[in-house]
């Protein structure tokens, strides 16, 4: 019995609530709540307009007239919308058709102006993408660049010190690029840098970061990776380096080879303090007589390539380091 009930209360409970708010004084209390609802729309169409005339002047020349008919559009709304809160009966026919009209013809206008200026503001999407590309690109090699070093160096420290993975940074300098950009020209030069940024690029994976950071130095930070893990690598590398030969150079030239410092991120040091580590170990590699690597794994200390005859000790160069920092 109570379920062949329900569907007549659906349907009549409406009515039956409404009777009730009459008997108890509450007749008007829908067309209030209705009325403030339309207070509400007016204001958020009246604060959209007020949000375009504060950023009015950073807006370019094509996108002013689009926001100025999209704002004449809103105000339209919003004086219906306050309207139709300040009087609960209707509008007047003529004024209601007034504004119908005119959001009808505005929404028009705003409509061709935005087809209008669409290619343009592609255009400069695009083009912004292409620009934010450049500033942290190396032109030569197509490598980072040290800004985009810096910033995949910044997360990839943030996430070492939240203990989520290990980061190893190899920095490489070219013993004898001087002198071979002397002897066979700029040109050559050039080859041999992006021959070199081939080299790093093959031998690391898209979730590290390869940068030239100027002259003939270079950095790989290897995400996700030890030292150890990453000793192989860095070998190869060296190699290979030590293998190149480019257009312009004899047959059996070997213009350049490569001094290497690697170490682990250590995230009690800044970004800073890390690099100057680092940098420690390639000199220490060019000390030794270059064409090899100098680096450091927590697991194993200090170790090189070539006979070590006068070894790092790590925690020395984290005091010179901490020392470098706070001066």
Not at 4 to 28: D, Q, R, V
Not at 103 to 131: G, K, Y
């Amino acid at each position: 019995m109570f379920a062949l009930s329900l569907p007549f209360l659906s349907l009549h409970l409406p009515a039956f609530i409404l009777t009730l708010a009459s008997g108890f004084g509450f007749s008007h209390l829908a067309l209030g709540v209705a009325s403030l609802g339309h207070g509400v729309t007016a204001l958020a169409c009246f604060a959209l307009p007020v949000t375009f005339a504060l950023h009015y002047r950073r807006a370019s020349d094509c996108t002013r007239p689009v926001l100025a008919w999209i704002a004449a559009c809103l105000m339209a709304l919003g004086s219906e919308q306050l309207g139709s809160a300040l009087s609960v009966a209707p509008a007047p026919a003529l004024l209601e058709t007034v504004w119908v009209w005119l959001v009808a013809a505005i929404c028009t206008v705003t409509a061709w102006q935005l087809c209008r200026n669409a290619p343009e503001w592609l255009d400069t999407r695009r083009e912004l993408i292409q620009v934010r590309a450049i500033a942290t690109q190396d032109p030569l090699t197509g490598l980072q660049n040290r800004q985009g070093f810096n910033r995949a160096f910044d997360r990839a420290l943030a996430t070492t010190r939240a203990g989520m993975g290990q980061s190893t940074l190899a920095l490489f300098d070219l013993d004898g690029f001087k002198q071979a950009n002397d002897q066979y020209g700029h040109l050559v030069g050039d080859r041999i840098l992006q021959r070199v940024a081939e080299i790093l690029q093959t031998h690391s994976r898209k979730s590290d970061c390869v940068a030239r950071l100027g002259g003939d130095e270079f950095a790989v930070l290897w995400t996700n990776c030890s030292a150890i893990e990453a000793r192989p690598l860095v070998e190869a590398i060296r190699r290979e380096i030590a293998q190149v030969n480019v257009e312009g150079t004899p047959l059996t030239a070997r213009p350049v080879t490569s001094s290497i410092g690697m170490a682990e991120v250590d995230p009690q040091l800044s970004a800073e303090g890390n690099y100057e580590l680092t940098d420690r170990f390639l000199y220490e590699a060019k000390r030794l007589g270059k064409n090899q690597v100098c680096w450091f794994a927590k697991r194993v200390g200090h170790g090189g390539s070539g006979v070590v005859t006068d070894p790092l000790l790590y925690p020395q160069q984290c005091q010179r380091v901490a020392e470098l920092e706070m001066v």
